[in-house]
């Protein structure tokens, strides 16, 4: 549902069941943007606070003197509507509200807790509940600032969460604590314990054994031959683990050596390429301020425009000429007018002969009639014959009428041609008009271009449009070298760091070992070479007197004695088995941790700057342009920088620049760590009253940033606050208790 509505859920109205001295109270409606709860002192608004941060995480337990809002006949229990935060143009949808809800705390938060997954109560606290104390300070800046940009790092959990968790693991295998079976330290005293009970149980079955004297002038020489044993087992071991560490310290040398030249590699490509692109980039073009390149960009886009208009009105004008000079071409050429010539003169044929055949037909039947009445005295065949020559000679007056009248179609053609040519010669004309405004334009264009620093571009709009996007890209990647190049010295700093570390570890490492200082892995496996083959020849020797010693011990121990020397033995391996598991998962705790922190460090090594340049912007606004920078220092603590390159620490603020400043933190933290509470609001209880009208006004168009992207409700019982949050807010949603 979020989704599809445009973002993440916001509260909608708070629902007061009973809490403190409200009951069946309803505040709101609130937006997913700027909201101002207004009301007198004593009207609640802390209580509205205090109570949506005890449904979202659980109610305050009475402790001390606080104040825990529980009423004396009541449960403390409300809830809190959330409602999806709406696309544009859509309207709001009850049907779609989610609820929170909250009566004991061992009975959890109702309704739908994925809202508050991706947030802590400590987060929330510190990050989100803000009242005029608070912003005295931000503690544990570090780690909160390592938690919340950790938070979206894509993980299923927080890598600082995960790193807290393995330093308590850590904690818990070099514990003295009872209880905890795996702790190294515990199981080191127990394998002690065991070996005296052993050392006790040997002595005891020697006390048995004096009776016999081969027995009495064994065991000297046993124990002497045992003690040289374990003098020689405890110095193998010594060695081989020194020289295990000695292999790993060679290893992280060889690596951050490595990792240093890499990082020098990448500090010298880096420099080239940003001098590769500063000699390809225009330094005219590139010190380019916005507003001109704005204006640049208008001009442009103006005599685009007119460009444009010039190229359609010769584009018409060419359709047009083709047209008319196609027509023109068609009425001379075309196989209809051929075929209408032919029919004319087919038609003229056929009227010249019909012309003379049928008056000559009629003629030639009217003469005989004619005479055959004057013959016969008949008056109707004499009238017929003098009808009939009659009728012939009107035929054929009627037929040269029409062969000497004017063919009008042969006319009309002429006609059409004549016009034709003339809308031709006038398109044409046209056309010729056309290309020359076009040519008139293309010179005005390239000249105002020149003018303008962009002759590179040689009169074209959209090469000029490439040189500023070029350009743009080119301020762009200078800021982006300073980052990385202060990046890559940061890392190249701490390798260095580092790499001096393992050298005093090594040099540690050789002197314990008592080797030259130059000495190597392979030194130490010589010497542990030669240790082994003096172990071997005791063991020889231990073996024949342990051989007669368990002959004289069988005959003169008791089998129970023995059984128990047996448990003993097997206990303490496995107590030696337990150690060294315990060892082991000690050791990949050890480089899960280092991983960790690696992973945090190189995420707060793109984040935190970020950070810092947004907090250090936003106190910029809050202070009028007073302290312009906000940075960590080596050593962790928070330093500010004023417009005259002063550097202070909070402490010597005065109270009201110390809460501008950790505002101005808390607003940047929480504009980057973007995936921390998106559904949880921003609850501010009068946070502005120590600042002044200015300062105020810019912490409120901060807040008001703020609300662009998540949702604030501030708390306020001044009516000049409620004022100046509309100023930079004509929308603010207002509402009184």
Known sequence: MTAERGGAPFLKRINITSFGAFTDKVVGPFTPHLNVVFGENEAGKSTLASFAGGVLFGWEEARGVRNTYKPKNAERAGSLFFAPRPAEGDADDPDAELVLSRVKNVDGLQGPAGLVDDIDRETFQTMFSLTSDELRSLRNTTDVTAKLLTAGSGTGASPAH???????RLAEYTSKAAGIEHSIVRLAAEQDELRAQMTAAAEEAERYKGQDKEFHELAPQRAQLLARLDALNTSIEQLTAQ????????????????????????????????RVREQISDPALVSLGAADERALRDRIDALAEEQAKCAHS??????????????????????????????????????????????FVFVA???????????????????????????????????????FRPDKAAEALEARKQ??????????????????????????????????????????????????????????????????QQALASRLSAVEDNLADVERQRARLIERAGLHEDATVAGIDAAIDQKTRQRAGLLETSENLNRRYGELKQELSQAKRAHSFDEIKLRYQQVRTRQDESAQDYARLLLARRMLEA?????????????????????????????????????????????????????????????????????ALLMTAENV??????????????????????????????SRTRQVILFTCHEEIVESMRSVDPALNVVEL
């Open 599 to 667: 992973a945090i460090g190189a995420w707060e090594s793109k984040s935190q700057p970020e950070v810092y340049r947004q907090a250090s912007r936003l106190l910029s606004l809050m202070t009028d342009g007073r302290w312009v920078k906000v940075a960590m220092t080596p050593e962790g603590r928070l330093q500010v920088t004023d417009s005259v390159k002063t550097e202070r620490e909070p402490v010597h603020l005065s109270l009201g620049t110390c809460q501008q400043l950790y505002l101005a933190l808390r607003i």
């Open 419 to 484: 016009d034709a040519q003339w809308v031709m010669l006038q398109d044409k004309k046209k056309l010729e008009t056309c290309l020359a405004a076009q040519q008139q334009l293309s010179a005005r264009i390239r000249a105002q271009l020149d003018a303008s620093g962009l002759a590179a571009a040689q009169g074209s709009l959209r090469s000029a449009r490439s040189l500023l996007s070029e350009a743009k890209d080119a301020r762009a990647e200078a800021g982006l070298f300073q980052q990385r």
């Open 243 to 274: 020289r295990a560490t000695l292999e790993k310290l060679d290893s992280q040398r060889e690596t951050l050596h490595r990792q240093r030249d890499e990082l020098r590699e990448d500090e010298a490509a880096l420099a080239a390429e940003h």
């Open 365 to 403: 039947a009217g003469v005989p009639l004619f005479m055959h009445g004057r013959e016969i005295n008949s008056l109707s065949f004499t009238a017929l014959g003098i009808g009939l020559v009659v009728f012939a000679l009107m035929l054929a007056a009627a037929a040269l009428v029409m062969l």
């Open 677 to 706: 509470g998106r559904s949880v609001p921003i609850l501010a209880d009068d946070i502005l009253v120590n600042f002044d009208a200015r300062r105020r006004l810019g912490a409120a168009r901060a807040l008001a940033e703020l």
């Open 314 to 359: 010769v584009d018409l004008a060419k359709e047009n000429c083709a047209t008319s000079t196609a027509a023109y071409e068609a009425l001379l050429e075309t196989d209809d007018a051929q075929e209408a010539n032919e029919k004319r003169r087919s038609q003229r044929s056929v009227q010249v002969g019909l012309s003379i055949a049928l008056p």
């Open 162 to 168: 995960a790193l807290a968790e393995v330093q308590a």
